[in-house]
């Protein structure tokens, strides 16, 4: 039997709209069409009010989410527009907390949030209510986000498929038949579908850069430790994961991830060099001999779907006329080595996080056999295997490091497949190869993540036939997040037209 391959049923089916219509795209500018800059900037100016604000995304939440199931555990609409006010009277008095003032905001349902559940789409922590927020979220209301609800996640944020059986599956963007990618899912879903003007998200194994790429916003792993994560039980070694920002402007990924980053004392090896940026006067300037090397599937490694690399390919060819140098690179390590350090690596954090919830009453009946996996295979580790691997991930990073000698950034797909059907779990095969976990066809996004370098997920093209959005990553070497940044305002600008692309509304009837 393959790895990661289901050992019992699941209870979990798609939990389809009774009825629904489409709607055409927006002729006129409403509040939320508008990006969180150009937002903040509306409410500091008193042209719109935070409660006009918080009014007309509730009723946008409430018009599409029945349908897109990305926002689960909602607030009460009376509490939130009770918080708009209090908002309002405080810019009355001349007082705002940030760039975020009064911004509706929902938090993957990862992050911990005073007041909500953190039910990581498991039903053993239906009623996990944290007293306090984590490092981030603390951020995100210091900065004056309204937290409205929260983003949905698979199960224990494990899979790029966010479907779970306490709230059921969150559908794409694009196309409410097929998957929205994960675990940022609910996340991207909601930045696309204008129920959120920015959003957080989390990425592991692609987590931020997939759903963003399927949904035709911007997603960004940033360097690790420069969003503190946590705290949480394991500050020294539980370096795989980070939060991140997403958006629909790269200047409101750059301001979002300004806010969230910064060294925290609780988080010891989050970095300490404080963090800024600003866009360019000329956002094209930086693509002038840009020197990007294109990884591709690194010469027939990565099973890919057709259309993929041709999308990523004609991406890249659209930053030739700005100056940009586009050829082919390699890897130039053996990509089989670094995915058996990623296995172990992944079962050496995943497994302990799930023993407490293995303890529990009925845990086994609960918990979705992919996490089950995860923790059968993390029992037998031992530390020397683990250790063996974490050289492995050394060695790497010196290797990436070497290689932004040569190019200044570094591209692949964001996915090794197009948008599946929500009903499958994961593709069982990629471009006619089998898959032998059901991660294997995300495995593109591993080499940013093992590396800890900086990585941004920017819209790629279309399905030829589908309609379906790819994206593909531009990975920095490490610490240059804002220069990333820089690289993709320029790629936005080039791409203006095609970026503003929107997806009709399905909404329920």
């Known amino acids: 039997m393959p790895h990661g391959t289901p050992q019992r049923a699941s209870p979990w089916r798609p939990r389809h709209p009774r009825v629904v219509t489409s709607a055409p795209e927006p002729t006129t500018m409403s509040l939320i069409d508008h990006d969180a800059s150009t937002l903040s900037s509306l409410i500091h100016s008193r042209e719109v009010s935070c409660r006009e604000v918080m009014e007309a995304y509730l009723a946008r939440i409430a018009r599409v989410n029945p349908v897109y199931n990305a926002i ?23 007082r705002s907390r940030g760039w975020l003032h009064g911004i509706p905001q929902a938090i993957k349902d990862i992050a911990d949030v005073a007041g909500f559940p953190t039910t990581k789409g498991c039903e053993l922590l239906a009623r996990n209510v944290p007293s306090r927020d984590n490092v981030m979220v603390a951020r995100l209301r210091a900065a ?26 969150t559908r794409n963007a ?54 503190p ?26 301001r979002l991830l300004a806010t969230q980053a910064g060294h925290d004392a609780r988080v010891p090896l989050s970095l300490q060099d404080p963090f800024a940026w600003e866009p360019n006067a000329e956002p094209t300037s930086v693509l002038r001999g840009l020197r990007i090397g294109w990884l591709g599937d690194l010469g027939g490694h990565l099973a890919m779907e057709d259309g993929v690399l041709d999308a990523c390919q004609d991406a890249l060819r659209q930053l ?46 609960k918990i979705k056999p992919e996490a089950l996996w995860e923790y059968e295979g993390s029992r037998g580790l031992s530390w020397t295997e683990f250790l063996r691997a974490s050289q492995v991930r050394t060695r790497f990073f010196h290797h990436m490091q070497s290689l932004f000698e040569r190019w200044d950034v570094l591209a692949l797909p964001s996915a090794q497949v197009w948008p599946f059907p929500v009903g499958e779990r994961w593709p069982r095969s990629v471009g006619g190869r089998a898959m032998d976990t059901y991660h294997r066809w995300m495995e593109v996004t591993i080499y940013a993540t093992l590396a800890g370098l ?24 490490h610490g240059a997040d804002a220069f990333l940044l820089d690289v993709a305002a320029g790629y936005e600008a080039v791409r203006g037209d095609f970026l503003a692309r929107r997806p009709l509304t399905v909404a329920a009837a």
């Open 174 to 227: 694009w196309d409410p038949a097929v998957s929205a990618g994960g675990s940022s899912g609910g996340a991207a879903v909601c930045l696309a579908q204008r129920m959120l003007p920015v959003a957080d998200g989390s990425d592991f194994m692609g987590s931020l850069r997939n759903p963003a790429g399927w949904n035709h916003v911007f997603g960004m792993r940033p360097t690790q430790g420069r969003v």
């Open 144 to 169: 004056g986000c309204i937290v409205v609800g929260r983003t949905n996640t698979p199960e224990l944020g494990l899979g790029s498929h966010t479907f779970n059986a306490l709230f059921g599956a």
């Open 454 to 477: 900086p990585a941004i997920s920017v819209p790629a093209g279309f399905h030829a036939t589908r309609g379906w959005p790819m994206g593909l990553q531009l990975v920095a070497r």
């Open 72 to 94: 689960v555990n909602p607030a009460a609409p009376e509490a939130l527009l009770a918080q708009a006010r209090s908002h309002d009277e405080e810019l009355s008095r001349g």
């Open 229 to 254: 994560l946590g705290p949480g039980p394991d500050v020294w070694v539980d370096q795989l994961g980070t939060e991140g920002p997403m958006a629909r402007t790269v200047n409101d990924l750059g």
């Open 320 to 365: 030739e006329p700005a100056g940009a140098l586009v050829e082919s690179a390699a890897l130039g390590t053996d990509p089989a080595r670094l995915w058996e350090c990623w296995l172990t690596w992944r079962r050496a954090l995943v497994g302990p996080r799930l023993d407490p919830l293995i303890q529990l009453p009925q845990a086994r009946e």
